[in-house]
């Protein structure tokens, strides 16, 4: 009994098929198990990989307008620069050329002028018109003599011992003024110091 037991487990009798080959053939035509399902026409593949396609042309277009719009901005502001540099002093070079014409006429005038406090008067008078100008445009001096040395608006030239004590460390003489033009220094003082 025995004997035959063992054979009926190892050889499966001709009209029965081993369970677990069953299972396997079975799960081969089962489409639900996960198989995949055969595509006899691949235009869905093709469509989805056309979108792609097509989606990444019009990105790439979108960033190669974008990237030409943005070289002209910075090609016209780079030229909008230059002349702006070019043009600035423009305004004030035609203010300036007022100025110009006063001195034009004092020296016209100062030939044949005999007396000296005339051609001061003249001279103070277009000094005074071209600082009245200057200041109009943004232009203030540096008050620098008497004033505690300081490098945001001072250049040191020399020192020389304090003539008085309460001017040690303080500007002594002023060589060359400085100007603030908008609050921003165009040309520091200089000046002498005590030591």
Known sequence: MKSEEINETIEPKDNQVPTENHEALSDEHNPEVGEPEVIADNTPLQSEEEKWKESAADWRDKYMRLYAEFDNF??????????????????????????????????????????IAIVKEGFVL??????????????????????????????AITQIPAPTADLKGKVVDEVERGYVLNDKVIRFSKVVIGQ
């Open 126 to 155: 277009i000094h005074q018109k071209l600082y009245r100008q200057m200041e109009a445009k943004g232009l203030k001096p540096i008050n620098a003599t008497g004033e505690v040395f300081n490098t945001d608006f001072h250049e």
């Open 74 to 115: 910075r090609k016209r502001s780079q030229k909008e620069r230059v002349e702006l540099l070019q043009t600035a002093s423009s305004d004030v070079i035609k203010e300036l050329l007022t100025v110009l014409d006063d001195f034009d006429r004092a020296v016209k005038a100062n030939e044949t002028v005999e007396d």
